[in-house]
């Protein structure tokens, strides 16, 4: 052969092992890729899964402050009626007459227990 024809041969060579390393470069991206995307897929998917459980501890919160506003409220009307009733029981009046019905008990028991000896 000759030296024109070999250079020819051999730059046809490099070529193909300069396209060979190109492809094999490529098949080699090709396959980082598809797992890369493989991972975005994962973390998609894990970071839906994160998103729904934030909204369902949203929606708790929401909840719970609301069911603790209204037990709030429950239990103030409830003390508030206590004390109302309270007060409608015991009228100053009232507690006054008890406690004379209570002192002329005390002396009549005594005046009865002193009696009996």
Do not use: C, K
């Not at 092992?17 to 098949?27: K, M, P, S, Y």
């Not at 890729?33 to 998917?45: K, P, T, V, W």
């Not at 402050?65 to 003390?79: I, K, N, P, V, Y």
């Not at 009733?85 to 006054?96: H, I």
């Amino acid at each position: 052969m000759s030296s024109d024809a070999q250079s020819g041969v051999r730059g046809e060579y490099e070529r193909g092992v300069t396209a060979g390393a190109i492809e094999t470069r490529l098949a080699d991206h090709d396959r980082h890729f598809s797992a890369i995307n493989g991972h975005l897929a994962d973390i998609a998917q894990t970071l839906t899964q994160v998103e729904l459980d934030l909204q369902r501890l949203a929606d708790q919160a929401v909840s719970q402050a609301a069911s603790a506003a209204s037990t709030a409220a429950a239990l103030h009307a409830d003390g508030e009626s206590r004390l109302r009733e309270s007060d409608r029981r015991w009228t100053p009046v009232q507690r006054v007459a008890v406690i004379l019905s209570l002192l002329v008990a005390a002396v009549a028991l005594y005046a009865a227990l002193r009696g009996v000896r």
